[in-house]
């Protein structure tokens, strides 16, 4: 919990020199004022680079690769920065590079549901592009307005809809990547069973350590016929839970299955008018898709659990408009929540649905004992918990605090069988937590993977692994007056 | 490589007992991996167990072939060493089930017969229906890179493998991924692991998501007078709204290696055969959207058969590849993997090229992009064997334009003129494969050889 300071190794000349040659003044930024941007990603950590590149084809990027390898400076991948665990900072300094200006669709095959993307492209624009044809890119962060697909596949990123059609690891068939010995490699490919090993799968969710990744090759799925958007309201959180945990047990498979507790819907009806009850305790925002025939048996099941459960009312959007609003009452949680505190810091556990009541309970005392507002706005239906703690970041006792319960919360998922982070990654604030759940031999083991694709250890240095100086604690730098970006 | 020594051997009895340990050609018999026997086997009984044979085997320069059900240890080139089986069978509990979180945590060498019945008591399932169902392992089917019609729906295991644990080839003990649904924390080995031929590691345990037992199934037989028709009706599925757990088509040849049962598909014609489930009235729903279809791709038959009626008939098409070693003595299958929409053209390829050596053939086009082609022999000798070499040979190559295409089974003999693997071994991503094999497996202990490029 040492806020970390960023190293900077003032770039040589020449390396400036030769990337400037390469890519032209203009697409090289190192002048402190314009760096600033980039000492930011989604998270509440800050790092400074010496330089920010936008590279515009795969052989710049082959190039930025051998200067930065010839001059021993690290390199980090950039997408939209959106990202909540620090992964695109550049925590030991040295070249950002923002794929930002490679975000063309190089192909789209409607009648094999495949597309080949840049990484650059942004989540929301692909699904534009293909829906003409009742097609649509299936992970969906709430970010997707804003984060990349290059900035997905790095973290294997999900969203509400994933509990149904799977994360960003199920839709990604192949990669072009940039090696850090500047070799340009195909992985995977469009067609199923690609003979040896699953480099794919390996590749998404290494969190831009392992390669920088040039092209994208995805699958798309066809859009369901019937949609139908419930929103249950519950006087008890506990009754809240257990309705979810009743879902999961009958394996009813609802498309997204979203729960606000009351403290965050009444901060989300403020601000976006969602339509979210304000005396309630909780809500869950049910989504049912597929087949008009499967959407109707399942609303009836989950009617019946709902009030089984007690929930004291369940609505039916009756339009597409009113659906848009409760999702953006769900998508725009965070930005509503920013809005109150002077900062906040959002976690990122998992597990087992079973245990949801109990944990959400463990979550409210632990609020108690640290004395925080915790509010909840998750993926319920994973099991996937989104905390919010708010705190004020100047004051360093609150700012302690802030990390005791935050780390309190993650002890409780590991204690109950779940893990670090279901989406968010480990980057540079979960590093030091890692042992917790992995052993050293398994530490080791990544460790000796990441050496073989970058032997210099130049790749977005001081991620995912413990630098092993902390004292295992979340560190997370006090800091953003600014509310991360909201989509 | 000199002879392994008989001490190391006696220490290997001594670490997991007498009665897990064989030297005997009895005992030793179901381990023969492509006409090479082991000098014995071994059946550890936890995954330290595990652990200290492979670290016994590195320090001794033995190598080591993982076994399950021993099934498909014909995949892959002949290992270029080969001391002792590590038969997995002892590792066969379910070490955790929570059947509310739908999660499940299980041993490497479980079957996944016994495992499905346990999973059937809680109304849950996990979708791989594949050859060799009842003999298969956990382990031996993640590691084959197995998977089954159900693919169409619900993917493959890479898509609902939750995390694994695993001792590589130094004799460490790791693991990755966890056991709840949603994880992204540290690398995921897990899935770099399936399909690597046991060449990486020796998986120990698995972590699956399971899914629930359709309340209702039923099986749409539809037929074809050309492979146009059923095309035109896989392609229309593809399009619609339908959920379709299974879309196989089926050539005439296939359907008739299935016996009189298919007599529902008259004699000649190619069948498309749509496996449907859940509720009733989705059930229903297919049955009425498939009538439709199939009318307007000219259908000469559609038969529906419910769940209670659907079996021996959909089991034997599952069992493919064992009616083919019933029918030829020499059964050569060759797995293709292209795009959904390029299957016709490449099943016309294949049928030519089989043609022209004059060997019959049998194909199965998986509506997600695979198409499994049989050749059948009818007789052994040279000269059929120079046959089947140079038919596997252009399909290897014709697989490869389209995408990928290997070897799946063969005779021992053919293994010495075609490499199962084809043209795989020139992918510019083999050379991040070797650093892999370098880090998990650095002295090449787990079954050297096998797998593409030599690895
Ligand atoms: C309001 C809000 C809501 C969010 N909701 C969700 C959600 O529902 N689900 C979810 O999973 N996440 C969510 N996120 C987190 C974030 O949006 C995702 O992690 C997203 O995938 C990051 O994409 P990005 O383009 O912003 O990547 P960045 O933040 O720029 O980078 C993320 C990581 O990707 C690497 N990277 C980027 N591009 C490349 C490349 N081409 N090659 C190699 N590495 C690369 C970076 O080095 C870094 O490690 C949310 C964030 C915000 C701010």
Known sequence: MHPTKAVSRRLQRRTLRDLQRLLGPENVLHEPE???????DGSVEVARPDCVVFPQTTEQVVGIVQIARRDRVPIVGRGAGTGLSGGALAREGGIVVVFSRMNRILEIDLENQRAVVQPGVVNLDLTKAVEHAGLYFAPDPSSQKACTIGGNVAENAGGPHTLAYGVTTNHVLG???????????????????????????????????????????????RSPEAVKTLLAVFDRVDDATATVVEITARAITPAACEMLDGWTLRAVEDFIHAGFPLDAAAVLLIELEGLAEAVEAQAVQVFDVCTRCRAREVRLARDEAERQRLWAGRKNAFGAVGRLSPSYYTQDGVIPRTKLPETLRRI??????????????????????????????????????????????????????????????????????????????????????????????LLNPGKILPLGKGCGEIRVQPLPLRAPQSA | ????????????????????FWTDPTGLSRYVVDGRWPRAAVQPGSAEEVAEVVRLARAEKLALVPVGGGTRLGLGMPPSRYDVAVDCSRLNRIIAYDPGDLTLGVEAGMRVAALDAVLARHGQMLPLEMPFFDAMTIGGMLASGSSGPQRQLYGAPRDFLLGAEFVTGEGRRAKSGGRVVKNVTGYDFHRLLIGSLGTLAIFTVANFRTFPRPPAQALFVISFAELGGALALRRALAQSPLTPTAIELASPALVRLLGPDAALVPPGHWSVWVLAGGESTVVERHARDLERMARSASRTAFARLDAESMNPLWTRLREFPSLAREASPAPTLVKCNMLPGELGTLAAHAENIAGRHRLPCALLLRGVGILYVLLLPEETGEETLARLAAAAEELLQTGTEYGSAVVEACPVELKRMVHVWGSAARRNDLELMRRLKQVFDPDHVLSPGRHIGGL
């Open chain 1, 175 to 221: 990669l072009e990547l940039v090696l850090m010995d500047g070799s340009v490699v195909r992985v995977g490919s469009r067609a199923p069973d690609p003979p040896g090993y699953d480099l794919t799968g390996l590749l998404v969710g290494s969190e831009g350590t392992l390669a920088l990744v040039t092209e994208i090759t995805v699958r798309l799925l």
């Open chain 2, 1 to 20: 490589m000199s002879t392994p020594g008989t001490a190391a051997l006696t220490r290997l009895a001594d670490l997991v007992g007498a009665e897990h």
């Open chain 1, 364 to 457: 409210e005392q632990i609020g108690a004992t640290y004395g925080f507002q915790i509010g909840n706005v998750f993926h319920a239906g994973d099991g996937n918990l989104h905390p919010i703690i708010l705190f004020d970041s100047r004051d360093p006792d609150q700012f302690a605090r802030a990390v005791a319960a935050s780390t309190a919360i993650m002890e409780h998922c590991l204690s109950v069988g779940g893990a670090l982070t279901g989406e968010h990654g480990v980057g540079m604030e979960k590093s030091e937590l890692m042992p917790r759940m992995f052993t050293e031999d398994d530490l080791e083991l990544m460790r000796r993977v990441r050496d073989a694709f970058d032997p210099l250890g």
């Open chain 1, 34 to 40: 314009d760096l600033l941007l980039y000492e930011y």
